[in-house]
């Protein structure tokens, strides 16, 4: 355990499992060698000393704003898996049966996501399509990594969800501006959370959204 905790420093007080390290480490491997053929995450970030922060804690610090009372998380871009995947491992792993619908629309990271789904037995549902175009969603929590801007998010999840339980974005060095700038036409509930793996970073968690009129 302590070999592998050593390649997640960051984590050592979350009470983070073994099993979960040790799927973070197969999702790795997987991530790596697909990220040869398509692009997933950028060759930069793909590499052993950065992707485990940059990409796999980076995602997993949200997990204490995930409700798990509900039945389906929302990752509304998922992507490469990020955070989707991360959560669903996390959740596999304390034995909770949330499912995650993870939404791409193309076809090449889809089926990647279904493949990591499978191999690693996670309960998800990969959902190819334009999450613009889907309709009277449900969800509990629904969460975003490097998707669209504040703004567009909110309109998308005002528009396109019936229903949610709350919103968890990621926010960068300019987060504090577009916030400000946003707070002018949108009001919301907001907790922010300091990002563990970057100075310049925050997490939002975001309930009751409406649009100001």
Same mark, same amino acid.
């Given at each position: %355990?302590?070999? !592998?905790?050593?390649?997640?420093?960051?984590?050592? @007080? &979350? $009470?983070v499992s073994r099993?979960? +390290?040790?799927?973070?480490?197969?999702?790795?491997?997987?991530?790596?060698?697909?990220?040869?053929?398509?692009?997933?995450?950028?060759?930069?970030?793909?590499?052993?000393?950065?992707?485990?922060?940059?990409?796999?804690?980076?995602?997993?610090?949200?997990?204490?704003?995930?409700?798990?009372?509900?039945?389906?998380?929302?990752?509304?871009?998922?992507?490469?898996? %990020?955070?989707? !995947?991360?959560?669903?491992?996390?959740?596999?792993? @304390? &034995? $909770?049966?949330?499912?995650?619908? +993870?939404?791409?629309?193309?076809?090449?990271?889809?089926?990647?996501?279904?493949?990591?789904?499978?191999?690693?037995?996670?309960?998800?549902?990969?959902?190819?399509?334009?999450?613009?175009?889907?309709?009277?969603?449900?969800?509990?929590?629904?969460?975003?990594?490097?998707?669209?801007?504040?703004?567009?998010?909110?309109?998308?999840?005002?528009?396109?969800?019936?229903?949610?339980?709350?919103?968890?974005?990621?926010?960068?060095?300019?987060?504090?501006?577009?916030?400000?700038?946003?707070l002018k036409k949108?009001?919301?509930?907001?907790?922010?959370?300091?990002?563990?793996?970057?100075?310049?970073?925050?997490?939002?968690?975001?309930?009751?959204?409406?649009?100001?009129?």
């Amino acid at each position: %355990m302590e070999e !592998i905790l050593k390649k997640y420093p960051l984590l050592k @007080s &979350k $009470n983070v499992s073994r099993e979960t +390290l040790i799927d973070f480490e197969s999702f790795i491997s997987m991530l790596q060698k697909r990220n040869e053929e398509i692009n997933l995450i950028s060759k930069e970030t793909a590499k052993n000393k950065v992707i485990r922060e940059r990409h796999i804690v980076d995602s997993a610090q949200i997990i204490e704003f995930v409700d798990l009372n509900n039945s389906i998380i929302s990752d509304i871009g998922s992507g490469g898996g %990020m955070p989707g !995947i991360i959560i669903s491992i996390m959740i596999k792993n @304390s &034995k $909770n049966t949330t499912k995650v619908n +993870l939404y791409e629309k193309s076809h090449h990271k889809s089926a990647f996501l279904r493949k990591v789904s499978r191999d690693l037995k996670l309960n998800t549902e990969v959902i190819q399509e334009n999450i613009f175009e889907a309709q009277n969603l449900e969800s509990g929590t629904i969460i975003a990594r490097a998707f669209k801007p504040l703004p567009v998010v909110l309109d998308l999840v005002c528009k396109n969800f019936n229903s949610y339980k709350n919103l968890i974005l990621f926010m960068g060095k300019n987060g504090e501006i577009v916030l400000e700038e946003t707070l002018k036409k949108w009001d919301f509930d907001f907790e922010k959370k300091k990002s563990i793996t970057s100075e310049d970073s925050f997490l939002l968690n975001i309930k009751n959204i409406k649009k100001k009129i």
